[in-house]
């Protein structure tokens, strides 16, 4: 086992440096023979936004349940701010969205939270602050039960951000938010990174991680396949990609690609040209066809999906199979029907 956190508190230089959450071995199991995690070992840093990526199933939640201390592990350690897990003098300094929070249907969300402000010992004010840090104002007085699930999810993140926490523990928080309070939640993300708070949040959706994460973990089947920085993943995903060009004329793109190494098309339709290249080449093409005469009327370049990083990873499974390194049961890594969101 690797040192884990040695002494915490905000004012040891020691901690600032030590990992924030720090996991050996960390296994979780289910009766009668269900991994749902398994010999897991993260990392995650102090300042960054860490993203724990897998598809549904992958065993995000069980980690970040036996993280706040909700599910006990069935082996491994860990330990978060540098006390183990569990430990409820770390947890009063972590805010977490996991389940979705017990919020009373008939009151308003800021009426929620002023509630919960005052169980958790905190100002009234910072019930203010946490409603328009998600951008609820306008909705502040509405009663809970008309809130879309976008509403609710943001009202979740405020609750979670109710006791100014160095650690965010966040389960999915971008689901049910329309296009543009994903891009306020990504912003508030990093406002926090840019604090000194760390955010360990879960995704089944490689965009938003790369678009918000500074380091990420990819978990399969209970197991991390992948742990690094979002370089290093792009990297990883930098391999060839297709790439499709529709250029006028066409032989005139065709012979000046074939003369650039590497930039062969692998096919040709009409005025549209196909080529297997990393997709950062995209603009060189481009750049390429241009310099040429050649006009450019699209250029594509395919979208890689998580799956294809799985696949890359992990070799091919099925969604109700698993790799031999997954989980033992039958069917293990199908989604199970979790009241917490009531399924797919
Ligand atoms: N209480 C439980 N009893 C039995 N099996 C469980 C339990 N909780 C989780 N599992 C199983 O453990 C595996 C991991 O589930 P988990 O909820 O951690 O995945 P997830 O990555 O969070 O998925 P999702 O994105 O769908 O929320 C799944 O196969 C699930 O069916």
Redesign the pocket.
């Known amino acids: 086992m690797s040192a884990l956190g040695t002494a915490p508190g905000r004012t040891s230089s020691a901690a600032r440096t030590a990992p924030v959450i720090e996991t050996d071995g960390l296994t ?1 199991s ?2 009668p023979d ?4 398994s010999d897991l070992r993260l990392t995650v840093n102090p300042g960054e936004v860490y993203g724990f990526l ?12 036996m993280l706040v201390g909700l ?1 006990r592990p069935s082996a491994g350690t860990g330990r978060v701010l540098g006390r183990p897990l569990g430990d409820p003098r770390a947890l009063a300094r972590v805010g977490s969205l996991i389940e979705s929070p017990a919020f009373e249907p008939h009151l308003s969300g800021l009426d929620n939270l002023r509630l919960l402000a005052r169980y958790l010992g905190v100002d009234d004010a910072q019930a203010h602050a946490g409603i328009a840090e998600v951008e609820l104002t306008a909705q502040a007085n509405h009663p809970f039960r008309t809130y879309s699930l976008g509403m609710k999810q943001r009202l979740g993140v405020a609750a979670a951000l109710l006791n100014d926490p160095e650690l965010l523990i966040l ?2 928080p971008t689901n049910g938010l329309d296009p543009a309070g994903m891009v306020a939640m990504r912003d508030l993300f990093r406002a926090l990174a840019a604090r000194g708070r760390t955010v360990f949040l ?1 995704s ?1 959706l490689l965009d938003e991680v790369e678009q918000v994460c500074d380091r990420v973990g990819i ?1 399969h089947a ?1 197991r991390l396949v992948m742990e690094g920085s979002l370089a290093q993943l792009q990297a990883k995903l930098g391999g060839p990609g297709l790439v499709s060009v529709r250029a006028q004329p066409v032989e005139t793109a065709l012979a000046r690609l074939r003369s650039v190494p590497g930039l062969s098309p692998i096919r040709t339709n009409g005025d549209l040209l196909e080529l297997e290249i990393p997709g950062d080449r995209a603009a060189e093409i481009n750049e390429t066809l241009v310099l040429a005469g050649v006009r450019v009327s699209e250029l594509t370049v395919a979208h890689r999906s998580l799956e294809d990083v799985f696949l890359g990873l992990t070799g091919p499974t099925t969604s109700a199979g698993s790799p031999p390194a997954g ?1 033992t ?1 039958p ?6 029907v ?1 009241p ?2 009531g399924g ?1």
């Open positions: 979780r289910y009766p269900i991994r749902a995690v897998g598809r549904n199933g992958a065993g995000k939640t069980t980690t970040m349940r599910v389960d999915e879960s089944h978990i209970g989980p049961a069917g293990a890594g199908a989604r199970r979790d917490k969101d797919e």
